[in-house]
Every structure is written in C-alpha cells, then in structure tokens.
C-alpha cells in the first residue's frame, strides 16, 4: 500500500516537474503548442515510466498474486482526476479533459461533407464512413461488409446462432441487449405513448412515430427497382433482398434459406412446435406475437384500422386494405354472360352461379344450363 502510494506521488511530482519545464522554454515566436497538447505529451512520458516499473516489479520474481494487487492499488492511487461535474474519475487529466465535452458541449471536429460535428475524432472517422462508403469490416462467413465493428459482430451471431441475452421472464434469448430491452416490455406491460387517432398505445415513442403512417399513408422509403414504398426504412432493405436474390438465413434443421430473420424464426418453430405467445383471455398460443396481438382483439374489440371514406373500422391492417378496394380500385373482372362487372375474381365465380347451377351428387358436382323455352 505504501509503495503503490509513494510511487503514485512521485508520478505526480515528475508531472509538475515537467510542467514546470516545459513553462520555462522560450521561443523567438509565440508557441502554437496548446497548454493540453502538452499535459497529454506528458501523460504519455508518465505512461511510459509507469510501465517500465511494472515491468521491473514482475522481473524481481514476485508471485503473480502479489504483481496483481500493486498494479491493482497502483490504478485506484493514480485515478484521481475528478469531474466537477458528475464525479467520475480518470487515471489521466487528458480523460478527464475528453470527457468535459459532453457536459460543455464542446463538438470541436466537424465532418467537412454534412458539417455535422462531433467530441471525439474516432467518432467523426466513423461518421465519414457514411460518405465514402468505406466499409472495413468483413463476415468471415458470407463476406458481408460493415462500416462498423459492432454491426458486424451482432451479424455474425446469425451464422453461429449465439444468442447471448436472455429474458429472466420467459426464456427467450436474443442476439443484441437492445432487442432483450425492448422484449422486456412485453412482461411490464409498460406502453406510455399513445395514438390520438386511435388510442394504440406503445413502448417506445419511436414505434408510435412509425405507426402514425398508417393513418397518414406516409410511405417515404421508395424501391429504386420497382418504386414500391414503404413506411420503414427496414422494410425497404429487407424487400430488395429480392431483387438481389440474397439469401442469408439459412435454417440448421433443413437447409432451407430466407431473406427476413423473421421468415426463418417462424419456420423454425415447424421443427420446434414452439409457441411462446399465450392469450391472457382464453390460453391460446401462438407462434408469433403478432398472431397473438391479433387474436387479443376478439376479446378486447379494438379495431384500429379505420377507412376514411366511410369510417369502417377493421381488426387488421389487411382487412382494411380489402375493404379500400370497394372505394378506389376498378372493377375487372367481368360477366360474360349479363355484364356486371366484380372487384375479386372469387367474386365473379360467386356470381356465375346465378347462371350456371351447381348439383352436388354422390360426391360429383354435376352441371346444367339453365335454357329459355324456345
């Protein structure tokens, strides 16, 4: 304790003894050096000393237990740069110096494409990525590429199935922490932002955002291929996996590949008979949550999909979408017979019968024209 003590002051006293030295140094013309610059050259000097005197206490042949508690009692003795701020502590003034920034504000490198600007310089080279389109970062299974690491690392759990973050709830696991939060809510129950449109509610203000475009029908994400929209920029990437052909969910069990993870986690429950989602009404499970959302609304009977050319409302989203066609779409299906026209070719199979009657028989169906008395 004492030796660790006595080497953290002689540290110190080195650092304001360089400090000073560094004061004293004249120059014919004004030193562009900032006063910063210089404390961070020093800490590397201090960096380096402290190194060399692990490196001798390790080669004076002391066990490893007692190497592993100076360097221990020597890291808490130098971490003593607090901030005023918030408390925190850092073993160097330049941390400390890095990490006032975010309570000053102070954004001093700036991305000289979009002019966004950023704390630290790690953060506006990774930000600049979006422009040069650099992307560094290789699956070493299906050679993907990423402009990040972490993107990367989150992918690659896809091919080896790890699925580190599991729910204390119910079991389920997941590949990323952020997935598991946003799971959580399910059991809290935990929905504060709500529609005005129609009173759905939901966990993440996010999510209420994206669902506002079912009533404004704002698609703003278009397919460069086709030109078909979408309301989410997830959507978009995932339907251009069609026309790329890009196939890179593949099931263990079969072989058989998908191009949403959602696809492939719902034809794994064919092999696994798994149905985690359980009505609070009447114990139905389901293979999916939204199989169940859309189940609870023969209880509760919420309709949240609303027409608004005559104000019918509707439990699912496809259903309206049906119904929308009575009000917009063109009428092509065609009798041949009277000339009534039918939305729905099902429609006009219905019709036909008025025509043409069907006679069940023995199994058979058997039919008869119905002819005008000559």
């Given at each position: 304790m004492r030796t660790a003590l006595s080497s953290a002051a002689i540290s110190e006293g080195r650092r304001q003894s360089l400090l000073k030295d560094s004061e004293k140094m004249s120059d014919p013309e004004p030193c562009t050096i900032k006063q910063e610059e210089t404390e961070e050259l020093i800490d590397v000097i201090l960096k380096v000393s402290e190194d060399e005197e692990e490196h001798q206490v390790k080669s004076e042949g002391k066990t490893q237990a007692n190497t592993d508690?100076?360097?221990?009692?020597?890291r808490t003795a130098v971490k003593s740069f607090t901030c005023s701020e918030c408390g925190k502590s850092f073993r160097r003034p330049s941390g400390l110096s890095q990490h006032r920034k975010i309570h000053t504000g102070v954004r001093e490198f700036v991305c000289s494409e979009c002019e966004k600007s950023f704390i630290k310089a790690?953060?506006?080279?990774?930000?600049?990525?979006?422009?040069?389109?650099?992307?560094?970062?290789?699956c070493s299974h299906c050679e993907k590429t990423f402009s990040l690491l972490q993107p990367l690392k989150?992918?690659?759990?896809?091919?080896?199935?790890?699925?580190?973050?599991?729910?204390?709830?119910?079991?389920?696991?997941?590949?990323?922490?952020?997935?598991?939060?946003?799971?959580?809510?399910?059991?809290?129950?935990?929905?504060?932002?709500?529609?005005d449109q129609c009173s759905k509610a939901f966990s993440r203000p996010a999510d209420l955002n994206v669902h506002l475009r079912v009533h404004t029908k704002e698609k703003p994400y278009s397919c460069s291929e086709c030109g078909k929209r979408f309301t989410r920029q997830s959507n978009l990437t995932m339907h251009q996996k069609i026309h790329t052909g890009v196939r890179e969910l593949v099931c263990f069990e079969c072989g058989k590949s998908f191009i949403r993870a959602g696809d492939l986690k719902q034809h794994q429950m064919n092999h696994t008979g798994e149905k985690p989602y359980v009505c609070?009404?009447?114990?139905?499970?389901?293979?999916?949550?939204?199989?169940?959302?859309?189940?609870?609304?023969?209880?509760?009977?919420?309709?949240?999909?609303?027409?608004?050319?005559?104000?019918?409302?509707?439990?699912?989203?496809?259903?309206?979408?049906?119904?929308?066609?009575?009000?917009?779409?063109?009428?092509?299906?065609?009798?041949?017979?009277?000339?009534?026209?039918?939305?729905?070719?099902?429609?006009?199979?219905?019709?036909?019968?008025v025509h043409i009657k069907e006679t069940p028989l023995f199994g058979k169906s058997f039919t008869h024209q119905h002819n005008s008395p000559s």
């Open positions: 508690y100076s360097v221990s009692m020597d790690g953060d506006l080279r990774r930000h600049q990525r979006i422009h040069t389109g650099e992307k560094p970062y290789r989150v992918h690659e759990k896809i091919h080896t199935g790890e699925k580190p973050y599991t729910c204390s709830q119910c079991g389920k696991s997941f590949r990323q922490s952020s997935s598991l939060y946003k799971h959580l809510k399910i059991h809290t129950g935990e929905k504060k932002h709500q529609c609070s009404h009447c114990n139905k499970r389901f293979g999916h949550l939204g199989g169940l959302k859309t189940h609870e609304r023969i209880h509760t009977g919420e309709k949240p999909y609303t027409c608004i050319q005559c104000g019918k409302s509707f439990t699912q989203l496809a259903h309206l979408n049906e119904h929308m066609l009575i009000h917009t779409a063109e009428k092509t299906h065609k009798c041949d017979q009277c000339g009534k026209a039918f939305l729905r070719p099902y429609e006009l199979k219905r019709h036909l019968r």
